[in-house]
C-alpha cells in the first residue's frame, strides 16, 4: 500500500474515532440494521436480475420497457433536462436514480464489500447507500412486472402508452410507484444533509481512497457523481427532487383515477425559468 493510501486511512481512522463536534465514535458507526439493510436490497436486486436472466427475449422486452419509460421521462421533463443550470441535477436524478440503471457491477461490489463499506462509510452516508440499492430493488421489481404482463399477459409486441397503463393497472404498479417516489424523496433529504454539513464532506472525501482501494470504486463513483451533480443547483436538493417527486406522484394519481392522457400534467417551467 502507498504511503498516501496510508495516510488517506489514518486520518479516515481518526475522524471516525472523534465525529462531528467531539462526538464519541458511536456517532458514526453503524449497526446492524444498515448490514441488514443491505442485504435485504441487494437479495431483492439478486432476485430480479437472474429473473431477468432466465431469458435473452425476457431481458430484451424489459430493456424496451425502460427504454418507453425514459422516452416518457424526457418529454415530461424536456425544460429541465435543457435548462443549462439544472441539466445536471436533472439527467442525474432522472436517468440515474429513477430509471432503471444496470447496477450489476455495484451490486456485486456492494455484496462483497458490505464489512468495508460499514467501516469506510459514517452513518448518513450509509444510508444514502441503503436508499440507492432499495430504489433499484423497488425499480427492477415494476419494471420486470410491467414487461411480463405487456409481452406475456397482454400478448402485445412493442410497448405503447395504451398496453402500458393496462400492465400497470394489472401489476398494481401505483402502489410500486408511489413507493418508489418516497425514497427518492428520502435521498433528497439525504443529499441536502450532506452537501450541508462539512464534517460529511471531509468524511466522504477521506473515504474516497481507501473505499476505492477495498474495490468499492463503482458505489463512490455513484454516490460522488449525484453530490457534484446536485451541488451545481442554486436551491437545496430537496427542493429540486420535491418537485420531481410532485410531479410524478400527480402522474400516478392521474393513472390511479382512469383519466384519459395520465402523463400529461402541469409543466416544470417555473423550476427551469
Known amino acids: 500500500m502507498s504511503f498516501r493510501k496510508k495516510v488517506l486511512k489514518q486520518q479516515l481512522k481518526n475522524l471516525l474515532s472523534v465525529g462531528q463536534n467531539g462526538e464519541p465514535a458511536g456517532y458514526l458507526q453503524?449497526?446492524?440494521?444498515?448490514?441488514?439493510?443491505l442485504h435485504q436490497a441487494l437479495y431483492k436486486c439478486s432476485n430480479f436480475r437472474q429473473f431477468s436472466g432466465l431469458s435473452h427475449g425476457f431481458a430484451r422486452q424489459v430493456a424496451q420497457v425502460r427504454t418507453w419509460q425514459e422516452a416518457r421521462i424526457r418529454k415530461t421533463y424536456h425544460a429541465l433536462l435543457l435548462d443549462p443550470q439544472l441539466q445536471l441535477a436533472a439527467q442525474f436524478v432522472l436517468e440515474e436514480a429513477y430509471t432503471a440503471v444496470d447496477y450489476v457491477g455495484l451490486i456485486d461490489e456492494v455484496e462483497r464489500m458490505i464489512p468495508y463499506a460499514l467501516k469506510l462509510f459514517p452513518a448518513p452516508l450509509l444510508e444514502t447507500v441503503c436508499l440507492v440499492l432499495e430504489l433499484n430493488a423497488v425499480t427492477a421489481e415494476l419494471d420486470e412486472k410491467l414487461a411480463w404482463a405487456i409481452f406475456q399477459d397482454i400478448k402485445a409486441t412493442e410497448v405503447d402508452e395504451v398496453n402500458y397503463l393496462q400492465a400497470f393497472a394489472?401489476?398494481?404498479?401505483?402502489?410500486?410507484?408511489?413507493?418508489?417516489?418516497?425514497?427518492?424523496?428520502?435521498?433528497?433529504?439525504?443529499?441536502?444533509?450532506?452537501?450541508?454539513?462539512?464534517?460529511?464532506?471531509?468524511?466522504?472525501?477521506?473515504?474516497?481512497?481507501?473505499?476505492?482501494?477495498?474495490?468499492?470504486?463503482?458505489?463512490?463513483?455513484?454516490?460522488?457523481k449525484g453530490f457534484i451533480a446536485i451541488n451545481a443547483l442554486?436551491?437545496?436538493?430537496?427542493?429540486?427532487?420535491?418537485?420531481?417527486?410532485?410531479?410524478?406522484?400527480?402522474?400516478?394519481?392521474?393513472?390511479?383515477?382512469?383519466?384519459?392522457?395520465?402523463?400529461?400534467?402541469?409543466?416544470?417551467?417555473?423550476?427551469?425559468?
Open 170 to 224: 394489472k401489476v398494481n404498479g401505483c402502489q410500486l410507484r408511489s413507493k418508489q417516489l418516497k425514497i427518492i424523496d428520502k435521498l433528497g433529504i439525504g443529499i441536502d444533509q450532506y452537501l450541508q454539513s462539512q464534517w460529511l464532506c471531509i468524511a466522504f472525501k477521506l473515504a474516497k481512497m481507501p473505499a476505492k482501494a477495498a474495490g468499492l470504486g463503482t458505489l463512490v463513483d455513484l454516490i460522488g
Open 234 to 273: 442554486d436551491m437545496p436538493a430537496s427542493v429540486f427532487i420535491g418537485a420531481i417527486v410532485q410531479q410524478e406522484i400527480e402522474i400516478n394519481d392521474n393513472i390511479h383515477a382512469g383519466m384519459h392522457n395520465p402523463f400529461q400534467c402541469s409543466d416544470m417551467v417555473a423550476l427551469a425559468s
Open 30 to 37: 453503524s449497526d446492524s440494521t444498515y448490514r441488514e439493510r
